[in-house]
């Protein structure tokens, strides 16, 4: 299953999204097999939620949101499950960040922003308590980054620019925090200025030029403080 996984991710990588698609569906048809034989093993049910979680992004990435999100949906469900017989796992916790993010987003392409709002408002609750116990890790600081930027732009999307540079700024504040911790610097300070870039363009349409200039001169510094 593990190495249909990882072709399914090389043909992913390499453009070929039919060939991911067809790896990934038939890591998920093992992946229910394996449940039917063993139900309740948490290791299939971690299987579980990674094959539905492939399928569902193909997909998406397909334009095929319906079924994206019956595959994310499910992925969810099964999540929640593991999280009420797994409370203090972290491991879990994050499966259902992972989980309720992929559902947002699925929502907020087919226009649901109520629905997408809701699932991106849990997945930042569930990713402050992760990070509340385990306050250096990169993972839980990427997935309350990730949830701040996504909060955003569904705020962007509705016209409240207010909220929307609210909530870039706490994103800020985040990817600040992720270059600190000297992993994957790269890649949090792409982030960084990403959302830099888009903090200024909320302050300048609120009028506030003096706070847009100095976005859009740190992004372009790329300035991590």
């Known amino acids: 299953m593990f190495g249909l996984t990882c072709l399914g991710r090389v043909r992913e990588a390499q453009g070929d999204e039919a060939g991911a698609r067809s790896a990934f569906e038939e890591t998920l048809d093992l992946a229910r097999a394996q449940m039917r ?37 499910d992925q969810l469900s ?48 569930r990713a402050r308590e992760r990070l509340a116990r385990e306050p250096t890790s990169m993972l839980g600081l990427l997935d309350v980054y990730v949830a701040w930027d996504n909060i955003a732009s569904v705020h962007d999307e509705r016209g409240d620019v207010e909220s929307s540079r609210a909530a870039t700024e706490e994103a800020v504040v985040v990817a600040r925090d992720l270059y600190g911790t000297g992993s994957g610097r790269r890649a949090a300070k792409d982030n960084l200025v990403k959302s830099l870039a888009f903090l200024a363009e909320c302050c300048d349409e609120l009028g506030d030029t003096e706070a847009a200039a100095l976005a859009l001169y740190q992004a372009r510094l790329g300035n991590p403080k």
């Not at 139900?39 to 997909?59: D, E, I, K, W």
């Not at 999280?83 to 226009?111: C, F, H, I, M, N």
């Open 37 to 73: 034989a063993h139900p309740g093993s948490m290791r299939a049910l971690v299987q579980l939620t990674v094959s539905l979680n492939n399928v569902g992004r193909m997909h998406h990435a397909a334009g095929d949101l319906a079924s994206a999100l019956r595959m994310f949906d």
């Open 78 to 125: 099964i999540v929640r499950g593991m999280v009420d017989a797994q409370p203090g796992s972290a491991e879990v916790v994050r499966l259902l960040v992972v989980a309720l993010t992929s559902v947002g987003v699925v929502r907020q392409a087919d226009g649901d922003l109520d629905g997408a709002m809701e699932a991106f408002g849990e997945s930042l609750e």
